[in-house]
């Protein structure tokens, strides 16, 4: 099967995968993004060619290249590519892997398109060196989500986990303290006041005044939602 009937095949991939393995758990807390709901996706775009990048928030998201479990000898060559792509291009892989950044809450993993590959590496770059790197405890991180996916988990309309330019960011289970998860927030706040006007640095905080988790992205539009602020002002102020 070559990878165009692959693509085109993959709305029913999906579905088929939920009959399976049970509907995609809601993301937790639901989002928002202040990314203009109003702006509703219609339809996904076609699937673009490899070497057409397409900027984070351009056009409609498009379907995955891939989905399936990581053992599966397509996903796994992919995973492998996605890596080496990421670290040639500066991203330091011993805090992250392709296999977090594309995996999915039914355990499979979706893999972008190529197009979309680059729009990751700002943001991954900007983490390690401003948040990961200084707070020095290990995090999860929530990557890609398919156009079908972030529908059936309540993402935002025109969420940029769809473009590959988001990160959901939290402690792992064994550092998940109140304390962490404030200094991770408060380093969000940092990186979004620092950070130059060109980059369009969005950043979310979901709760206060201890957060569950942030949300960082780059290269589509410099703002701010749910309780970030608290956070930007906490920090503006010290």
């Given at each position: 099967?070559n990878?165009w009937?692959f693509?085109?095949?993959l709305?029913a991939?999906?579905a088929?995968?939920v009959a399976?393995?049970g ?5 937790d807390?639901?989002e928002?993004?202040?990314d ?14 490899d070497d057409?990048w397409i900027?984070?928030g ?5 379907h ?10 397509e996903?796994?060559?992919l995973l492998?590519?996605?890596?080496a792509?990421l ?6 892989m011993?805090f992250?892997s ?8 039914t ?7 190529r ?5 990751i ?7 390690q ?7 020095g405890f290990?995090m999860k ?5 398919p156009v079908?996916?972030n529908?059936?988990?309540?993402g ?17 289970k ?7 998860r ?6 969000g706040?940092?990186?979004y006041?620092?950070?130059?006007a060109d980059l ?10 201890t957060?569950s988790n942030?949300h960082?992205d ?8 749910r309780e970030a602020?608290h956070?930007?002002d906490?920090?503006a102020?010290?």
């Open positions: 099967m990878t009937t693509i085109l095949g709305g991939a999906f088929a995968f399976r393995t509907r995609p758990k809601p993301a807390p639901p928002t993004e202040g203009g709901t109003d702006e509703a996706v219609i339809e996904p775009d076609p699937p673009p060619a057409d900027p984070p351009a056009g409609n998201p498009v995955a290249l891939a989905s399936g479990p990581a053992k599966s000898p996903i796994a060559t492998a590519e996605l890596g792509y670290e040639g291009h500066g991203v330091d011993n992250t392709p296999e977090e950044l594309t995996r999915m809450n355990g499979a993993h979706a893999i972008p398109p197009a979309l590959w680059a729009n590496v700002p943001t991954l770059i900007l983490w060196e401003r948040i990961r790197g200084p707070l290990p991180l929530g990557g890609y989500r079908d996916y529908k059936a988990v309540g935002a309309p025109r969420s940029q986990h769809q473009w590959f330019a988001a990160l959901d960011v939290r402690p792992v064994d550092h998940n303290t109140k304390a962490n404030r200094a991770l927030a408060h380093a706040a940092r990186v006041l620092d950070s130059p369009k640095v969005g950043f979310g905080a979901y709760g206060a005044p957060p942030i960082l780059t290269r589509f539009r410099r703002r701010t939602w602020d956070y930007i906490q920090v102020d010290s």
